[in-house]
Every structure is written in structure tokens, then in C-alpha cells.
């Protein structure tokens, strides 16, 4: 007898909070990173029965925020952003300390593209694949991987500039 | 595996995190990183850099009572969901209904009227010509339309279906008032097809008030049997019918 899928307070309990880290690294705002994760959660409820295959929950779950946000930016006024092609793409040319402040990794993702963000964002998570990355995207993996190298890039260059030797400062 | 190669090879390189290469590669890009200083210095300032990034990447605080004001919000858009599917629901129950009603409303006004005319039609036919009415009904049954004995039709009281072990038998029922012993005489004339009961045991009887005769009619695969109150079937036949 195949067995019941999970229901929407079982994701909830699973999965909000990195959906709020997730959400949080994409808006920069806590009052919107809230607002962003509640509407997920409210669209994975209607949408519940669209999920074949509870295993992949939370990458459907984030497929799903990332949406809301690009609806909800769609018709924002876009702040200026970096473009990435003036971006020195060789990886590994500046040293880096091992300690980086939260708020300045914020400002340094604020000013990416969300089509550069979303990639690292992701890929820090660790638990998503260049595959998995891709098909939340619906990217082809090379074109991950390229966006992923240009945005890592842009941050080694952007943070060696704010290099603080203190602990990394939670919100 | 050349330096060159390692390098491409670099980014899908993860420790810790999900495999993006075949074990054979991983194999072979560490022995190779076992052995280049040069190498092993990219991957080790790529991994500080990825480590430093992730760790702050994920440190970020949850508000505490995030997954109580998600849980409300979900019950309370189910809610909607609910409401919205049960007045869906009733909508379509009451598009039944209203379908039901209106259907049996037009069935209602569409009734025929009784055919009082037409049944009292019948009922005279009966009465004035009782013998061509139970021909013509033997024959809508697949019966021969004749009897085997000539019965005065004058005495035809009934034609129809009698229940016999469950079967519907056709009979015709004559009677003729005695005024002399002050009783109805009954002689029912049950026609009994071969289709339905095995005619071949069929058997004459008598009790201490009915007879029974069997007239078998092999050609055309039925039995009349008849039953009477009389001594005789004479009683109901036209050469000694008493008016």
C-alpha cells in the first residue's frame, strides 16, 4: 500500500528554516524573508498534490520560493546591481580570511543579479547538487556553473576589502 | 593527471558536500593533489574561501516563533481550501437537485391523463365480445388462440397471469351462477407451456370440492389444465350451457 505524502505541517516542521535562511539571502530582509517563506508555504499547500516525490521536498519547496520572489520583483524597481562581465573570473587571485561578517556578505549578495545570487546562495547550502541547482532554475549545468564561478569571483573580490578578523556576527 | 586537467576538474570537486564526480576521478584528482604543492594550494585556499562563505552564508538567525505564525497561516489558508471545495461541493449538490426537481417537475406535468375512455372501450369489448378478446390476447402470448374444449364465453368472468410456484401461468376463469344450489360454479382454464414446467407429469387430481382435467396439446407444446367445482365441464361448454 503506498504510504501518505507529507502534509504541509510536516514540511513546515522540516523545512523553514533553511527556506528562511534561503529567503532571507535572497531579499537581504527579515521582515521580507518572512513574508517570502509564508507565501511558499501557502503555495506548496494548494500545490501539495503536484509532489510525486516527497525525497525532494525541499528542492521543490525552494523552486517554489524562488518564484514568489521573482513575481515579487518582476515589478519592483530593480536596484542597480554589478555587472559581473567586468569581473576578474579566475578564481582563487586573492586571498581571503576565514572569517566574514554577515552583513557584508548581505551587501555583497544585494549587489549580484538574482540570477548570479540564487546559484550562491544555493551552492553554499551544500546540499544541492549543480544538478539540483539547474533543474530549480531550469538552467543547463554548464550555464550554473559559469554563473557560479563569475558570482564566487565577485565575492572574493568584493570581501577582500572588508576582510574582519572577528567571528562571524549572527542577525 | 596533469595540472591542467586537475584544474578543470577543481570546481566539481566538493568535499562534504553532494558527489559530482565518479569515485575513479575523485581518486585520482586527490592522488594527484597528494603530490602537487602547487595544486593542493588552490584547493586548499578554495576550500577556506568555500568554508568561510558557507558557514556565513547559513548563519542566519530564525525569528523563534517563525514555524508557530507558518503553521496558523497554512491552517488558516487549508481552511479557505476547505470552504472553498465544500461550497463547491454544495453547488454541485444543489445543481443536482435543482436538475432533479426540475426533471421530475417536467415528468409530473407531463403525466398522461387516466384513458378512461379507451379502458372503458376495452371493458365493453369484453363484455359484448368476450371470445375474440381472450383470441386475440392468447395470441399476443404465443398461444394457440383456441381452447381444446368449446367453453361458453357468455360465463368468461377473467383472462390474465396467475402465479404458479412463482410463475406467471395464463388462465381464464369462466363462472356460472346456480341459482338452483345458491354457489358460483368456477372452471378455471390455467395454459401451462412446456417451457416451464415438465408437462409430461402433469396428472389428473380431485379433491372433495375441485377436479382437475389435462388436456395435452403436444404440437403446440402446452396443457390446459382445467379446474372446476362442477361435476362435469359440460356446465361451461356451449352445447349444454344453462341460461
Known amino acids: 500500500m503506498a504510504s501518505a505524502g507529507p502534509v504541509v505541517s510536516d514540511l513546515i516542521q522540516a523545512h523553514s528554516d533553511s527556506l528562511y535562511r534561503y529567503a532571507y539571502r535572497l531579499t537581504g530582509s527579515s521582515a521580507d524573508a518572512e513574508d517570502l517563506t509564508q507565501e511558499a508555504f501557502v503555495k506548496a499547500l494548494v500545490r501539495l498534490p503536484q509532489l510525486r516525490e516527497p525525497d525532494r521536498a525541499k528542492g521543490w ?11 515579487r520583483i518582476r515589478d519592483e524597481k530593480r536596484h542597480k546591481t554589478v555587472p559581473l562581465e567586468s569581473v576578474n573570473e579566475l578564481p582563487g587571485t586573492t586571498a581571503l580570511e576565514p572569517t566574514i ?4 556578505l548581505q551587501e555583497a549578495l544585494n549587489e549580484l543579479d538574482e540570477t548570479f545570487r540564487t546559484p550562491l546562495i544555493l551552492f553554499y547550502f551544500e546540499e544541492f547538487s549543480y544538478r539540483d541547482i539547474a533543474e530549480q532554475m531550469d538552467l543547463p549545468i554548464g550555464t550554473v556553473m559559469s554563473r557560479l564561478a563569475r558570482a564566487k569571483a565577485y565575492l572574493r573580490t568584493r570581501l577582500a576589502s572588508h576582510v574582519d578578523s572577528a567571528e562571524p556576527v549572527a542577525e | 593527471m596533469e595540472c591542467s586537467t586537475v584544474r578543470l576538474l577543481l570546481p566539481y570537486r566538493r568535499p562534504g558536500g553532494p558527489s559530482e564526480l565518479a569515485p575513479e576521478d575523485i581518486a585520482a584528482l586527490d592522488q594527484h593533489l597528494a603530490g602537487c604543492p602547487a595544486c593542493s594550494a588552490i584547493v586548499a585556499q578554495s576550500a577556506r574561501f568555500d568554508a568561510a562563505i558557507a558557514t556565513t552564508m547559513r548563519t542566519v538567525s530564525v525569528p523563534g516563533n517563525l514555524k508557530a505564525r507558518l503553521l496558523t497561516a497554512a491552517m488558516a489558508q487549508q481552511g479557505a481550501i476547505w470552504r472553498r471545495a465544500a461550497t463547491k461541493g454544495f453547488a454541485a449538490a444543489a445543481t443536482v437537485l435543482v436538475s432533479f426537481v426540475i426533471g421530475f417537475g417536467v415528468f409530473w406535468l407531463l403525466r398522461p391523463p387516466f384513458p378512461s375512455e379507451k379502458v372503458a ?13 381472450v383470441k386475440t390476447w392468447l395470441s399476443e402470448q404465443g398461444l394457440p ?6 367453453f361458453d364465453y357468455r360465463y368468461h368472468q377473467f383472462h390474465g397471469k396467475s402465479s404458479i410456484d412463482g410463475k406467471d401461468v395464463p388462465v381464464i376463469i369462466f363462472q356460472v351462477w346456480s341459482p338452483n344450489q345458491e354457489r358460483i360454479d368456477t372452471a378455471r382454464v390455467y395454459i401451462v407451456s412446456s417451457n416451464r414446467f415438465n408437462l409430461a407429469k402433469i396428472k389428473e387430481a380431485q379433491n372433495s370440492f375441485a ?4 388436456f395435452q396439446d403436444e404440437k403446440n407444446g402446452v396443457a390446459y389444465v382445467i379446474l372446476y367445482t362442477t361435476p362435469t365441464l359440460d356446465t361451461f361448454l356451449k352445447r349444454f350451457s344453462i341460461h
Do not use: G, K, M
Open chain 1, 61 to 71: 519547496l525552494f523552486r517554489i520560493l524562488r518564484n514568489v520572489y521573482l513575481h
Open chain 2, 121 to 133: 372501450d376495452q371493458f365493453t369489448e369484453e363484455i359484448e365480445t368476450p371470445e375474440p378478446v
Open chain 1, 101 to 104: 561578517d554577515s552583513a557584508t
Open chain 2, 145 to 150: 388462440p383456441t381452447l381444446p374444449l368449446e
Open chain 2, 211 to 214: 377436479s382437475v382435467q389435462v
